[in-house]
């Protein structure tokens, strides 16, 4: 049962990258969430997405960031549009399931300015 994210790496400020979370082993929960933890800061929650698409953004990335799922490959993406210096983080994404927590080991986003 695992959470594995990909799509982490170097972009320079204004750019784009694309993060994925693909779940194996279980069924993503009603609810999926993207996290982040920039470098010396508490981890954050990003964006949200139910099941039915519903979806919630931290103010700091609206307007930028998409979150999205696709329920018949169990896959959560997190599309970053215009990144900037202070998105740099390790990005995480969550699920609870049967009452218990699912965490990846998270995906590194450097922007570079």
């Known amino acids: 049962v695992q959470l594995v994210e990909s799509g982490g790496g170097l972009v320079q400020a204004g750019g784009s990258r694309r993060l994925s979370c693909a779940a194996s082993?279980?069924?993503?929960?009603?609810?999926v969430s993207w996290y982040r933890q920039p470098p010396g800061k508490q981890r954050e929650l990003v964006a949200t997405?139910?099941?039915?698409?519903?979806?919630n953004y931290v103010d700091s990335v609206k307007g930028r960031f998409t979150i999205s799922r696709d329920n018949a490959k169990n896959t959560v993406y997190l599309q970053m549009n215009s990144l900037k210096p202070e998105d740099t983080a390790v990005y995480y994404c969550?699920?609870?399931?049967?009452?218990?927590?699912?965490w990846g080991q998270g995906t590194q986003v450097t922007v570079s300015s």
């Open positions: 997405i139910t099941i039915g698409g519903v979806t």
């Open positions: 969550g699920t609870i399931r049967g009452g218990r927590e699912y």
């Open positions: 082993g279980i069924i993503f929960g009603n609810v």
